[in-house]
C-alpha cells in the first residue's frame, strides 16, 4: 500500500551500489547453524526435504500479488509443504512501519524484506515476497542477499496493464492518486520498472487465479522445490477406453468371484477414486498399516483408516490361490478384473476391535464382517464400465473428478464440505450459511457447499436414499440452502458407523475430490450401543479426532456449534446456555417420532416441504 511519497522519480543515491545495506554493527562475528539444511528440511513440514528459497512478487499496486501470493501459500500448506507470505502491507504495520516511499525508504523496506525472506528460505520455508518493488536494483540486491546464502530466489512479475488495475483498484488508492490526495504512487506519478529477466510472468488480466497458481507450481516443480506428486490426482480405477475390448474379453476367460452388494459399493469408491492412491483391494501390507495406523505409509503419510478389503471364503482362496488375475462377478456381470491377487487371513476379531472399538455381534455392519469370509484377497483392480444403479439418482453419482471440475466451472476458490446420512433440518443449515458467512468474512469470494449424503449401504431404521434425495431437494427448493451455490452430489461409500475411525475416511474422501473445508458435526458416524443403548462413541471425539489426524492437512475442520429450537426466535438458533429455558432441544428420535404420527414439529424446524416428504416416507411404512 502507498500512502506518501517525496519524489516522481528515483533519485540517485550516494551510495554505490557494493554499500547497498553497508555493515554498520561492529564486533559482531556470524554464528554458524550446528543444524544442517537437510536436516531441518526433515523435521519441517510433512514432506522431506529442504526445500527452502523465495517467490518474490512484483508489479502494480491492484496486479493481484497479494490475492496470487495468499492462494500459494494456502495450496502449499494444504498439500504440507511449508509456506509463509510475506506482504507489503502487513510488513509495514510491523518491521517497516517507521518507513515512507521515498526512494531511500522504499530502498531499505526492500532490503528489509530481503534479508527476512532469507531467513525464512534458510528454515526451510518457501517464503513468498508479495511487493510492489518498483525499482530493478532493489529486486537485484535481495536477489544477490539469496545467492550469497545459496539459496534458490524467483523473481515472478505479475503483470496487469495499468488500466485494469485501475479498473481493480479495491484499496482506492488509483482515484486519490490521481485526485492528486497521494504523491509518488506507483504508476501515477512515480516510475515502475519492469523485470527484465523474471522466472516467470503472471498476467494476470486474462489468467485466473488457479491458473496463475498452476504456473507458480509448474516452475517450483522444475526447479525441484515442490515435488510432483504435491497435488497428486485422482486415482480412477477404470481400464481405459482404448483398452477395454480387450479387457472384457480378459474377463470372460478369467476364474471368477461372486460379489455381493456391499463389495460393489467398495468396488464403486475405488473404481471412482475416492480411496486414492489405492490401485485396488487392500493388500496385506497396506491393511495392515490401515488396521494399526490408520495411515498408508509408502510414499508419505496418508490418512487412511478404514479398510477397503474384499472378503472371500476358504473354498475360493483354495480355488483361486496361485492365479493372476480374476474376475469379479456381481448380479451375473463381470464387472472388474483383480490382477495379481493376494490372499491373506481375514482375522475378523482383530478387525472389529480395532476398527470399531467392539466386537458386538449385533452391531450391523460387525454382523456382515462376522458372517463373511475368512480370507481377505488384494489386487491390483480393473474396472471394465462405469458403475450405475439405475434408481433414477446416477446423476447426483458424481466422482471426484466430475466434482472438481464443477467446482471449477462455479468459480469456486473455497469448497466447505457436509457429510450426511439423515434428513436436513434448519439447525444443519444454519450451521452450513454460519460456515458460508465465515469463509466471505475470511476473504473467500466464491464458497461452494457440497452437501454430500452417503449412498452406500445404511442400517436398516435409516431413512432410505431416495427419500433422503428428495428431501434435500425440497430443503433447496424452499431456499433454506442456496442452489446456486450449492452441489448436491452422493458419496457411494457404505456406513460403517465406526464412529471416530470411520470420520476421517468421510473426510478424506471429500478432500480427495476437493474440499477445503469439512464440517463435522455431534457423534459423526455414531449410533447407540447394541447393548447398552447408550452412545457407542463419545459424541465430541469425532470433531477432535478429526483436528489431530494426520493425513488430512489440505482440510480445515469446522466444528459443529450446537444449535437448537429457539423457542423465542422460533427458529433453529446457535445455543445459548445463558437463556436456557429459551431452547428445545428436538431429538432425532422425536423428530422421527412427529413424523410417523403425521405432527408438524415447530415453526422454523424444517422447510415445510421437506418435512412433508419425511412424513410421507413414515406413511409409505405403514402401507408396507
Known amino acids: 500500500m502507498e500512502t506518501s511519497g517525496n519524489s516522481h ?4 543515491l550516494s551510495n554505490a551500489p557494493e554499500s547497498w545495506g553497508m555493515q554498520r554493527a561492529t564486533n559482531v562475528t556470524y554464528q554458524a547453524h550446528h543444524v544442517s539444511r537437510n536436516k ?59 518507513l515512507g516511499f521515498s526512494p531511500e525508504d522504499r530502498e531499505e523496506n526492500i532490503r528489509r524484506i ?26 537485484l540486491n535481495a536477489r544477490k542477499i539469496h545467492e550469497a546464502a545459496g539459496l534458490p530466489f524467483f523473481e515472478v512479475f505479475v503483470d496487469a496493464p495499468l488500466d485494469v488495475c485501475e479498473q481493480r483498484d ?78 472384457k474379453a480378459d474377463a470372460e476367460t478369467l476364474p471368477a468371484i461372486e460379489i455381493g452388494k456391499v463389495d460393489m459399493q467398495w468396488v464403486q469408491v475405488l473404481a471412482e477414486g475416492w480411496a486414492t492412491p489405492l490401485n ?8 495392515l498399516q490401515c488396521l494399526h495406523f490408520d495411515c498408508l505409509l509408502d510414499g508419505g503419510v496418508i490418512n487412511m483408516s478404514v479398510p477397503v478389503v474384499l472378503p472371500v471364503s476358504g473354498a475360493d482362496k483354495e480355488r483361486l490361490d496361485g492365479c493372476t488375475a480374476v474376475a469379479l462377478v456381481y448380479g451375473g456381470w463381470r464387472v472388474a478384473i483383480l490382477r495379481n491377487p493376494e490372499f491373506y487371513e481375514h482375522r475378523k476379531e482383530e478387525r472389529c476391535a480395532r476398527q470399531w472399538g467392539t466386537t458386538s455381534k449385533d452391531h450391523p455392519y460387525i454382523k456382515m464382517v462376522m458372517e463373511s469370509g475368512d480370507w481377505l484377497v488384494g489386487g491390483d483392480l480393473q474396472v471394465l464400465d462405469r458403475i450405475y444403479w439405475n434408481d433414477g439418482l446416477d446423476a447426483y453419482r458424481l466422482t471426484p473428478t466430475e466434482l472438481k471440475q464443477k467446482f471449477k466451472e462455479m468459480n469456486a476458490d473455497a469448497v466447505f464440505a457436509f457429510q450426511l446420512r439423515n434428513p436436513v433440518h434448519n439447525g444443519h443449515a444454519l450451521l452450513m450459511q454460519d460456515t458460508q458467512r465465515r469463509l466471505i468474512e475470511r476473504g473467500y469470494r466464491r464458497p461452494v457447499l457440497l452437501l454430500h449424503p452417503l449412498g452406500g449401504w445404511t442400517k436398516d ?26 452441489i448436491v452430489a452422493i458419496f457411494p461409500s457404505p456406513m ?29 458416524a455414531g449410533m447407540p450401543h447394541p447393548d447398552t443403548g447408550k452412545d457407542l462413541y463419545e459424541p465430541t471425539h469425532g470433531a477432535k479426532v478429526l483436528t489431530m489426524a494426520p493425513g488430512l492437512i489440505s482440510l480445515e475442520i469446522v466444528p459443529f456449534k450446537v444449535a437448537a429450537y429457539n423457542k423465542v426466535k422460533k427458529a433453529m438458533d446457535f445455543y445459548d446456555p445463558k437463556n436456557h429455558g429459551d431452547y428445545d432441544f428436538i431429538s432425532g428420535t422425536r423428530m422421527r417420532r412427529m413424523a410417523r404420527e403425521d ?24 402401507k408396507a
Open 170 to 247: 479495491v484499496k482506492g488508492l488509483y482515484k486519490r492518486a490521481r485526485a492528486g490526495e497521494i504523491r509518488g504512487f506507483t504508476g501515477i506519478d512515480s516510475e515502475y520498472e519492469k523485470p527484465e529477466a523474471p522466472e516467470l510472468v503472471l498476467k494476470t488480466d486474462s489468467c485466473s487465479v488457479n491458473e496463475s497458481i498452476q504456473q507458480l507450481l509448474d516452475l517450483l516443480q522444475e526447479r525441484d522445490i515442490v515435488p510432483v506428486d504435491a497435488s497428486y490426482e485422482v486415482k480412477e480405477l477404470y481400464v481405459p477406453e482404448n483398452k477395454l475390448d480387450l479387457a
Open 599 to 622: 405432527q408438524n414439529p415447530p415453526e422454523g424446524f424444517m422447510a415445510p416441504k421437506a418435512w412433508t416428504v419425511l412424513k410421507e416416507y413414515y406413511k409409505s411404512l405403514e
Open 280 to 287: 485396488g483391494f487392500m493388500r496385506e501390507r497396506e491393511y
Open 9 to 12: 522519480k528515483k533519485q540517485k
Open 40 to 98: 531441518r528440511g526433515q523435521a519441517v513440514g510433512t514432506r522431506g526435504g529442504f526445500r527452502g528459497c523465495t517467490v518474490w512478487l512484483t508489479g502494480l499496486s491492484g496486479a493481484g500479488k497479494t490475492t496470487v501470493s495468499m492462494a500459494l501459500e494456502e495450496h502449499l500448506v494444504c498439500h504440507g509443504i511449508p509456506c509463509y507470505t510475506l506482504d507489503g502491507d502487513n510488513i509495514r504495520q510491523g518491521l517497516n512501519k517507521n
Open 461 to 486: 431404521d435409516d431413512v432410505p436414499l431416495p427419500w433422503r434425495m428428495r428431501q434435500h431437494a425440497a430443503v433447496l427448493e424452499e431456499g433454506v440452502l442456496d442452489p446456486n451455490s450449492t
Open 496 to 524: 460403517m458407523y465406526a464412529g471416530p475411525t470411520e470420520v476421517q475416511w468421510h473426510c478424506r474422501a471429500r478432500m480427495v475430490a476437493g474440499a477445503n473445508f469439512y464440517i463435522v458435526g455431534r457423534d459423526p
Open 114 to 139: 530481503a534479508e527476512v525472506a532469507k531467513l525464512f528460505a534458510d528454515a526451510g520455508l518457501v517464503c513468498i515476497a508479495s511487493f510492489i518493488s518498483p525499482y530493478s536494483r532493489d529486486r
